[in-house]
Nanobody, 126 residues
Framework: QVQLVESGGGLVQAGGSLRLSCATSGRTFSSYGMGWFRRAPGKEREFVATISSSGGITSYADSVKGRFTISRDNAKNTVYLQMLSLKPDDTAVYYC???????????????????WGQGTQVTVSS
């Protein structure tokens, strides 16, 4: 069993930045692909970013490309999402996810993820 705990969310003005962290339990973190997803009010969950198990491959949704950066530290069992130039449309609950079937090269498909965190709220004011 893998547990994921997100942190780092909060309220920020448009143009600001936040760094989300997702700490995981277990000794198999380095074998999992990791992803960040988000759900905005009244909308479906959407893919944000993914990183392969080694950290060598990353992929992003078009809406965040160039502004968000996903990274991981396998020694700390933690994945990060650095968010710059935030917009009000980025307001959502952000979830991290882990999945062996997403290990290479990562995945935007939520069905490839077996474990999910509880989410952290990000609110961007205009």
């Amino acid at each position: 069993q893998v547990q994921l705990v997100e942190s780092g969310g909060g309220l920020v003005q448009a143009g600001g930045s936040l760094r989300l962290s997702c700490a995981t339990s277990g000794r198999t973190f380095s074998s999992y692909g990791m992803g960040w997803f988000r759900r905005a009010p009244g909308k479906e969950r959407e893919f944000v970013a993914t990183i392969s198990s080694s950290g060598g491959i990353t992929s992003y949704a078009d809406s965040v490309k160039g502004r968000f950066t996903i990274s991981r530290d396998n020694a700390k069992n933690t994945v990060y999402l650095q968010m710059l130039s935030l917009k009000p449309d980025d307001t959502a609950v952000y979830y991290c996810a882990a999945g062996a079937r997403a290990s290479y090269p990562g995945s935007s498909d939520p069905q490839r993820y077996d474990y999910w965190g509880q989410g952290t709220q990000v609110t961007v004011s205009s």
